[in-house]
């Protein structure tokens, strides 16, 4: 059973920062593509960052600048590291641990982590 545990969620002030923290109760390597998502109240779950197994990062558009993902497999960990927050920002942040095998794919989600920007 895999388990994604987040940390880092709260209440910050528009301008503000937040880090979020997610452990991975598996070794994560490079097979995995690690990843965060979020989802506001009446949307869709969105991406907005991730790092693949090789190192390569993508993010959402609406986060390009401000956030930044790091991955340490040593520790199992993925950061997200966010800057310059508004409120739109504001939603419940779920990481995600991608892992392909042999042609097959596999997603695993944290509980979730709230994130509110407002003043």
């Known amino acids: 059973q895999v388990q994604l545990v987040e940390s880092g969620g709260g209440l910050v002030q528009p301008g503000g920062s937040l880090r979020l923290s997610c452990t991975a109760s598996?070794?994560?390597?490079?097979?995995?593509?690690m990843g965060w998502f979020r989802q506001a109240p009446g949307k869709q779950r969105e991406l907005v960052a991730r790092?693949?197994?090789?190192?390569?990062?993508h993010y959402a558009d609406a986060v390009k600048g401000r956030f930044t993902i790091s991955r340490d497999n040593a520790k199992n960990t993925v950061d997200l590291q966010m800057n310059s927050l508004k409120p739109e920002d504001t939603a419940v942040y779920y990481c995600?641990?991608?892992?392909?095998?042999?042609?097959?794919?596999?997603?695993?989600w944290g509980q979730g982590t709230q994130v509110t920007v407002s003043s």
């Open positions: 598996i070794s994560i390597g490079s097979i995995d593509d």
């Open positions: 995600n641990l991608r892992r392909s095998i042999l042609g097959i794919t596999r997603d695993y």
């Open positions: 790092v693949t197994g090789g190192g390569s990062t």
